[in-house]
């Protein structure tokens, strides 16, 4: 399949910060977590970018992107570890401003200690593989 967009194809697009529009995240990350999705659409083919609002003590599962990943820290700090278990003496700090580039298939987990939004620059469709399928807040009954 062709990527409808490039960095060299864009449609133009200009959000403040008082024009997002929270609402809760998609189900492929556990409850509480809010998104909104400032550009394109993570479930298509094309560029996209998406904001979460991870609530103090928020945690994701080790868990895989089907595509490389960029993020920036927008807000709080966002602590972010590599592997397929969770370690949170392995995860580094990443405060507000700070940037993360993941390739496709790399095995990380995140959590927060406190309210942290973070941005995820990507090519969709946006996948997630949870490690430990038992993780995966999909197949957890509601």
Request: net charge positive; aromatic share 8%; glycine share 8%.
């Given at each position: ?83 397929e278990k969770a370690d949170p003496s392995k995860a580094r700090a990443m405060p ?47």
């Amino acid at each position: 399949m062709a990527i409808s967009q490039t960095i060299d194809k864009v449609d133009q697009k200009l959000v403040t910060p008082t024009e997002i529009q929270w609402a809760p995240a998609p189900a492929v990350l556990p409850p509480g977590a809010l998104g909104a999705v400032l550009y394109g659409d993570p479930t298509k083919n094309g560029l996209f970018a998406m904001r979460f609002k991870l609530p103090k003590g928020y945690r994701v599962p080790p868990h895989t992107l089907a595509k490389a990943g960029l993020f920036t820290v927008i807000s709080g700090t966002f602590r972010i570890g590599m592997g397929e278990k969770a370690d949170p003496s392995k995860a580094r700090a990443m405060p507000a401003g700070s940037f993360i580039a993941l390739p496709p298939g790399t095995p990380h987990f995140v959590s927060v200690d406190e309210e942290t939004v973070v941005q995820l620059n990507n090519i969709g469709p946006w996948e997630i593989t949870y490690s430990d399928p038992n993780e995966d807040p999909r197949r957890k009954p509601k």
